[in-house]
């Protein structure tokens, strides 16, 4: 059957509709891993990948700068987290493609953590290589790659810490829409929970104080403080949660097993 010429058209206009979609797809640069060549970077990596060669790892802190910070806050990273055997991958001017890159090349069969916690995205937003909902992506990807490497994992995503003084700083808008997509997009994804923190950086009139985030992006030793005993108790449940499914599996199959004349009278 000859196709007519207004069929064809609609062929046509439908094939590059779908190219169109697949192109725009590929582009989304916060879902494809990349390195980068600073040479602290690269030491830090592979101090990171020293550690998880010796095995002792179970709970990953996975950012950027943000997260990079709690090296220069030791004592507090000792309270909230050094009971939970951590390591602290959390890398300056990260990305959600960098940190994808970072997990393809380190020795994750070397580990078996049982806790995750993600705080990424900010810097996609703010440099503006990415969209507010492609950053969300490159975030699911995180937590899918996770999933894939450690199925029991327990992993808390924490939306994106607010920026900016005032709400409605350009950059504190675009964090808000990176946040407002992950709901759907983590959505049915096993161990995975996403967290909201953000509201006590701010006060009452939604203003991000300079005593919490003195340059209104980083966090001081009282937002960190903060930030810590926030997720401390989280951290501990999901520990909790990890080994639970073992304890449960030791019991599976026995029954108790009564007499059929059991207190009957």
Same mark, same amino acid.
């Given at each position: 059957?000859?196709?007519?010429?207004?069929?064809?058209?609609?062929?046509?206009?439908?094939?590059?509709?779908?190219?169109?979609?697949?192109?725009?797809?590929?582009?989304?640069?916060?879902?494809? *891993?990349?390195?980068?060549?600073?040479?602290?970077?690269?030491?830090?990596?592979?101090?990171?990948?020293?550690?998880? !060669?010796?095995?002792?790892?179970?709970?990953?802190?996975?950012?950027?700068?943000?997260?990079?910070?709690?090296?220069?806050? /030791?004592?507090?990273?000792?309270? #909230? #987290? @050094?009971?939970?055997?951590? %390591?602290?991958?959390? #890398?300056?001017?990260?990305?959600?493609?960098?940190?994808?890159?970072?997990?393809?090349?380190?020795?994750?069969?070397?580990?078996?953590?049982?806790?995750?916690? %993600?705080? =990424?995205?900010?810097?996609? %937003? @703010?440099?503006?290589?990415?969209?507010?909902?492609?950053?969300? +992506?490159?975030?699911?990807?995180?937590?899918? /790659?996770?999933?894939?490497?450690?199925?029991?994992?327990?992993? %808390?995503?924490?939306?994106?810490? *607010?920026?900016? +003084?005032?709400?409605?700083?350009?950059?504190?808008?675009?964090?808000?829409? =990176?946040?407002?997509?992950?709901?759907?997009?983590?959505?049915?994804?096993?161990?995975?929970?996403?967290?909201?923190? !953000?509201?006590? #950086?701010?006060?009452?009139?939604?203003?991000?104080?300079?005593?919490?985030?003195?340059?209104?992006?980083?966090?001081?030793?009282?937002?960190?403080?903060?930030?810590?005993?926030?997720? +401390?108790?989280?951290?501990?449940?999901?520990?909790?949660?990890?080994?639970?499914?073992?304890?449960?599996?030791?019991?599976?199959?026995?029954?108790?097993?009564? *007499?059929?004349?059991?207190?009957? @009278?």
């Amino acid at each position: 059957m000859l196709m007519t010429p207004k069929r064809f058209c609609r062929c046509v206009a439908g094939l590059l509709i779908l190219s169109l979609a697949v192109s725009a797809q590929a582009a989304n640069k916060a879902v494809e *891993p990349v390195d980068r060549k600073d040479g602290w970077w690269v030491k830090r990596q592979a101090e990171n990948t020293e550690q998880m !060669n010796k095995g002792d790892v179970e709970l990953l802190l996975i950012g950027d700068s943000i997260t990079h910070g709690w090296d220069k806050q /030791k004592e507090l990273y000792d309270k #909230f #987290f @050094g009971k939970y055997k951590p %390591i602290n991958l959390g #890398f300056g001017g990260d990305q959600t493609q960098h940190v994808l890159w970072r997990l393809d090349h380190l020795p994750l069969d070397k580990i078996q953590p049982k806790v995750a916690q %993600i705080m =990424i995205g900010t810097n996609n %937003i @703010g440099t503006k290589t990415t969209t507010p909902k492609e950053a969300a +992506e490159g975030i699911a990807a995180i937590v899918k /790659k996770l999933q894939t490497q450690y199925p029991k994992l327990q992993i %808390i995503v924490l939306k994106v810490f *607010p920026r900016d +003084e005032k709400p409605d700083g350009e950059r504190r808008k675009r964090v808000e829409e =990176i946040n407002s997509y992950l709901p759907a997009m983590l959505k049915g994804l096993k161990n995975v929970e996403l967290v909201d923190i !953000n509201a006590g #950086f701010l006060d009452k009139e939604g203003n991000l104080p300079k005593t919490i985030m003195k340059d209104f992006l980083h966090p001081g030793k009282e937002g960190y403080e903060y930030w810590g005993g926030k997720v +401390e108790p989280l951290i501990k449940a999901k520990f909790a949660q990890y080994d639970a499914p073992r304890d449960k599996q030791s019991r599976r199959g026995q029954r108790i097993l009564r *007499p059929r004349n059991w207190l009957r @009278g």
